[in-house]
C-alpha cells in the first residue's frame, strides 16, 4: 500500500462518504422504503461493487434515476419482496451481458435518447418529491395537489425544503467555490445540516411547531440478529408472475446504461491506463445487484455525481471507495439516533435539486437549437416514459432516433444537380431498395430532351430493385429525347 496514496485517499472517501450519506438515505426514502435500505445499498456499492470493479474512481450505491423505476415496479408486483427477486434476476442478467461483453453496444445507443432518459427521470423525481417537500409524511401523488385531494402542507417543512434548495444552489455558486474553506463541504450535506438543526433546535424552541415536521425513522441495533432481523427478504415465490422478469430486464437495461455511462463521463475527468473494461464493470454491477436482491437492498450504480466528488477530492486509488462504504456501515450501525434528526424535508429538496439538473431548462433549448432531429427524439423519450414506463420509452426513443437517421440518410444518399439542360445524378452511398421512392422522386423531376450523367463512384453496391428502376427510367429515355451518360446499369 503507497502511503502517499493513503495521505490523499482518506480525506477523499471522507468527502464521498459526506456526499453519499444524504443521497443514499433521499432515494430510500423516494422509493417509499426505510432509509436503512439506502445505508445498506451504498455498502454494498462501496465494498462489494468496489471490490469486483475494474475502475479506481467509480462510486456505485443507490441512484436517484431508478426510483421511480423501484416505485413503479413495487406498485406493480404489490411487495418490496417481490422486486428483491427481481433485482436477483438483474443482477444475473447484468452479469451474462458482461460474459457477453456487451458493454461495447453501449455506443449504439444515442445520446439524444439517454438525455431523454434522464430528463424523464428527473422530471419523475422532481414529481414525486414536490409532496413530500410540502410536508407529506408519507408518500403522496402530486395530482392530489392538483385535483383539491386531501393533503396536508407544513410551513416548517416548506421552510426546510426551501432554504435547503437554496443552499443547494448557492454552493453551486463561484461564490462558494473560490472559498476553499465552503467548497470542501458538499452542498448537500451542508442542506441536509441545516435541517438537523431546524429539528434540535427548533424542537427546543418551537416544539408544538416543528413536532408536526416529518423526519426520516432508523432502527438502531442492539445485536446482530437485530440488524439481520431489518432485512428484508426476496419473495420466491413470484417466480411465475411474467410482470417480475419485464422489470428485472428493465433494471437491468438502465442500471448497466447508467454505469456504463457514467464510466465514460469519468474517463473525460480522470483518464485511466489501461481504461476499465465496460464488460468488467457490469459483471461487477451484477455482482453487487445479486448480493443487494439477496439482503434487501435497492438497485445499484455507479453514479456520476460521488464518482466526480471522488475525483475531484484527489483519490488515487479504491481505498478511498471502500473507506466510505465503511463510513456508511459504521454510520447506520451507531449514529441512527443521530440521524433520525433528518427531516424528510430536507432530503426531498435534496432530490428536487438532482432531478433539477437532470432536466435542466438548458437541456431542452439546447436540443430545440440543434434542430427536429435531435429534439423529437429527445421529446418522444421523455414522453414515452412519462406515459408508458421506462422500457417503453427507451424503445419508443430508439425507434424515433432510427426512423429520423433513415429519413436523413435517404435525403442525402441522392443528389441531383441542375445546370441548364444538364442533370448530374449522384449516388452518395450504398443504395437498397429502401432508396426506391427517393430515386424515383428524383428522375421525375428530370424533363425531356435533357442530358443525365450519373456519379456513382461513392456507391460500391446498388440493390437490383435499384438498377430495375433505372433500367426503366433508361429505357423509357431515348423516346423522350434524354441522353445518358455514365448510366450504372446495362440497357437492351
Same mark, same amino acid.
Given at each position: ?46 465494498? %462489494?461493487?468496489? #471490490? ?13 434515476? /431508478? ?15 417481490? /422486486? ?22 453501449? #455506443? ?37 395537489? =392538483?385535483?383539491?385531494?386531501?393533503? +396536508? ?5 416548506? %421552510? ?12 453551486? #455558486? ?11 463541504? @458538499?452542498?448537500?450535506? %451542508? ?7 431546524? #429539528? ?43 410482470? =417480475? ?46 448480493? +443487494? ?26 481505498? +478511498? ?8 456501515? =459504521?454510520?447506520?450501525?451507531?449514529? +441512527? ?20 439538473? /437532470? ?17 423529437? @427524439? ?8 412519462? %406515459? ?102 446495362? /440497357?437492351?
Amino acid at each position: 500500500m503507497n502511503l502517499s496514496h493513503l495521505r490523499r485517499d482518506i480525506p477523499a472517501g471522507l468527502v464521498v462518504f459526506l456526499v453519499a450519506l444524504p443521497l443514499c438515505l433521499g432515494i430510500a426514502q423516494a422509493s417509499g422504503l426505510p432509509p436503512f435500505v439506502g445505508l445498506l445499498t451504498g455498502v454494498i456499492g462501496g465494498l %462489494v461493487v468496489t #471490490t469486483f470493479s475494474p475502475s479506481k474512481f467509480a462510486v456505485s450505491g443507490p441512484a436517484a434515476g /431508478l426510483v421511480t423505476i423501484v416505485t413503479g415496479a413495487i406498485e406493480t408486483l404489490g411487495s418490496f419482496s417481490a /422486486l428483491l427477486f427481481a433485482l436477483i434476476i438483474a443482477g444475473v442478467l447484468q452479469f451474462m451481458l458482461g460474459v457477453m461483453r456487451a458493454g461495447r453496444f453501449i #455506443t449504439l445507443v444515442p445520446g439524444t435518447v439517454i438525455k431523454g432518459m434522464l430528463a424523464a427521470i428527473g422530471i419523475l423525481l422532481i414529481m414525486q418529491q414536490i409532496p413530500v417537500a410540502l410536508g407529506a409524511a408519507e408518500e403522496s401523488e402530486l395530482s392530489s395537489l =392538483v385535483t383539491g385531494g386531501a393533503f +396536508s402542507v407544513s410551513i416548517p417543512a416548506i %421552510v426546510v425544503s426551501g432554504i435547503g434548495l437554496f443552499i443547494l444552489w448557492f454552493w453551486s #455558486t463561484n461564490t462558494v467555490k473560490n472559498i476553499k474553506v465552503l467548497s470542501w463541504a @458538499p452542498g448537500p450535506l %451542508v442542506a441536509v445540516l441545516f435541517g438537523c438543526m431546524a #429539528t434540535v433546535v427548533g424542537g427546543k424552541m418551537f416544539p408544538d411547531i416543528v413536532s408536526n415536521l416529518p423526519r426520516i425513522s432508523l432502527p438502531s441495533f442492539d445485536s446482530l440478529a437485530a440488524l439481520t432481523g431489518e432485512l428484508e427478504r426476496p419473495d420466491w415465490s413470484v417466480w411465475q408472475n411474467p410482470a =417480475v422478469y419485464m422489470i428485472a430486464a428493465t433494471l437491468a437495461i438502465v442500471a448497466s446504461l447508467e454505469t456504463l455511462l457514467s464510466q465514460e463521463a469519468l474517463k473525460k475527468l480522470r483518464p485511466q491506463n489501461p481504461p476499465p473494461s465496460p464488460d468488467k464493470e457490469m459483471r461487477a454491477q451484477g455482482i453487487g445487484n445479486l448480493i +443487494s436482491g439477496f439482503l434487501g437492498g435497492l438497485p445499484i450504480t455507479a453514479v456520476i455525481v460521488r464518482s466526480s466528488v471522488n475525483v475531484s477530492a484527489g483519490a488515487q486509488s479504491k481505498i +478511498s471507495i471502500l473507506i466510505h462504504g465503511v463510513l456508511l456501515l =459504521v454510520c447506520g450501525l451507531y449514529f +441512527s439516533n443521530l440521524l433520525n434528526a433528518i427531516p424528510l424535508a430536507s432530503l426531498a429538496a435534496v432530490l428536487l435539486y438532482t432531478g433539477y439538473k /437532470l432536466a435542466t431548462p438548458r437541456l431542452f433549448v439546447e436540443h430545440f437549437r440543434q434542430g427536429a432531429q435531435q429534439a423529437v @427524439p429527445f421529446l418522444a423519450t421523455i414522453g414515452g416514459i412519462l %406515459v408508458f414506463g421506462m422500457l417503453a420509452g427507451i424503445g419508443i426513443g430508439l425507434a424515433t432516433q432510427i426512423l429520423f437517421s433513415i429519413y436523413k440518410s435517404h435525403r442525402g444518399a441522392m443528389l441531383l444537380t441542375r445546370y441548364d439542360d444538364h442533370f448530374v445524378l449522384r449516388f452518395q452511398q450504398n443504395l437498397t431498395f429502401m432508396h426506391n421512392p427517393r430515386l424515383k422522386g428524383l428522375l421525375a423531376e428530370i424533363p425531356e430532351n435533357s442530358v443525365v450523367i450519373v456519379d456513382h463512384d461513392n456507391a460500391e453496391y446498388i440493390d437490383p430493385d435499384v438498377k430495375a428502376v433505372l433500367k426503366d427510367f433508361g429505357e423509357g429515355a431515348q423516346k423522350r429525347g434524354i441522353v445518358l451518360n455514365q448510366w450504372p446499369v446495362k /440497357l437492351a
